[in-house]
């Protein structure tokens, strides 16, 4: 509708999808995971019991997304096909390793959230195809997780945002998944910070290096929000918080 | 294809039929063809909260739907509050608060604020804060709305013991 609203996309036909029932349902696998059809309210996943009993990042994510009037009608899978950069759900789809499902005429096929996202407000959805479902793969026991980010106004767009996923072994990083989002066309997944941390002690020094490493490594834009240069600092320093706090959470649970 | 749709719909209690243009935004369709003009168009892309009315009782930008998205739906928007001359408790509040000046974007304030206390009737302060964190007011502040929002929430507190107190 903004895009509308601002002459910026002038559709000859909109095919309103709202009402076609059975794409709005939360659902928990015999697995551990969850499915979410693509037309349940970003409102309902929100409050939905079993996404915070199964999923604790997701449900975290959910209240980041715009304001609740916004959230009480837009869609799960609306803001994943809508691919803004600066949205949560496609960077938190990368971290838990969503699956999409994508439905033609032809059949369904399904397409893994590192394969997804394309570029700024592009995925991999052909014009034949409709995003039905999201499978969101069981939680890792113990897996500590964060999400931050920074904007002008609480609900604003982030201008960068982070969200990590963090496994121990003992003292040392076993595994982890860093993705920035807000900072170029698609969230970015560092790898060579993740690289960085494995079999690490994640220590002070660590994080620190690691948020400089992540500053220095992202490309971001600048635009009438902040500077690219701006973006690089506060997604390095994003980057060593939220490990701090998915260190803490990975700690405490292991406790447990 | 024709352009044009016939919805039914209720505003306020009251229910409508009419045919109105696929392209017409919902907020239009109550201003323009209801002549419910409370509801107020500021950014009409979603972001300053001014066209907030409830849809099935929950807040929604009328400016982000479209009018024929609405068809079978129940709304209610601000001209619905009050009972005759009985203000609202939150409109009360809002006067006496002084939440108010030029009145643009208090209708989206109200609305929001309506479906708001609905689910959290004893609010703290912060998240008061953040319930109308998209909602935009450019000359009152937002501390009066603040206040006014917190009143009237203890207000109908204190309204309900007084009933539950009653033999």
């Known amino acids: 509708m903004p895009l509308m609203s601002f002459r910026l996309a002038r559709p000859a036909v909109i095919i309103d999808i709202n009402r076609i029932s059975g794409l709005d349902s939360i659902s928990a696998g015999t697995n551990g995971g969850l499915t979410i059809g693509a037309l349940t309210r970003q409102r309902a996943v929100e409050r939905s019991k079993t996404v915070q009993d199964r999923n604790p990042l997701l449900a975290a994510a959910m209240p980041l997304i715009g304001h609740f009037q916004i959230r009480n009608r837009g869609t799960f899978g609306g803001s994943l096909v809508h691919a803004d950069p600066a949205a949560e759900l496609p960077a938190v789809g990368i971290a838990l390793g969503m699956e999409f499902v994508l439905r033609s005429a032809q059949g369904d096929r399904v397409v893994p959230a590192e394969d997804f996202f394309l570029g700024y407000m592009a995925t991999a959805v052909e014009p034949s195809e409709l995003l039905t479902e999201i499978r969101i793969p069981s939680w890792k026991p113990g897996t500590g997780w964060a999400i931050d980010e920074v904007s002008r106004r609480k609900g604003d767009f982030a201008m960068v945002g982070v969200t990590v996923l963090v496994q121990l072994d003992g003292d040392a990083c076993r595994d982890s998944c860093i993705v920035i989002f807000g900072v170029g066309g698609k969230p970015v997944r560092m790898h060579k910070a993740e690289g960085m941390l494995k079999g690490k002690k994640l220590g002070r020094q660590t994080l620190t290096d690691i948020g400089e490493t992540v500053a220095n490594d992202l490309e971001p834009d600048s635009d009438i929000h902040a500077s690219a240069q701006y973006r690089k600092e506060v997604g390095g320093v994003l980057t060593r918080r939220a490990l701090e706090s998915a260190l803490a959470r990975a700690k405490e649970s292991g406790r447990k | ?167």
């Open chain 2, 1 to 167: 294809m024709s352009s044009k749709h016939t919805i039914s719909l209720t505003v306020n209690g009251k229910a409508y039929e009419c045919l109105v243009e696929a392209r017409m935004t919902l907020a239009d369709f109550l201003r323009n063809e209801l002549d419910l003009t409370g509801t107020h168009l500021g950014c009409e892309h979603g972001v300053c909260g001014a066209c907030t009315i409830l849809l099935n009782g929950e807040a929604v930008r009328s400016c982000l739907l479209l009018a024929v998205q609405a068809d079978g739906a129940d709304l209610s928007t601000v001209e619905g509050l009050a009972q005759g001359n009985q203000l609202h408790p939150l409109q009360e509040a809002f006067r006496d608060r002084h939440a108010l000046q030029c009145g643009f974007c208090t209708p989206g304030f109200l609305m929001t604020a309506v479906a708001f206390l609905k689910e959290t009737p004893t609010p703290t302060e912060d998240e008061v804060r953040e319930a109308i964190s998209g909602n935009i007011c450019r000359c009152t502040g937002y501390l009066p709305i603040v206040e006014a929002i917190i009143q009237a929430a203890g207000n109908a507190r204190d309204n309900s013991k007084k009933r539950s107190s009653t033999p």
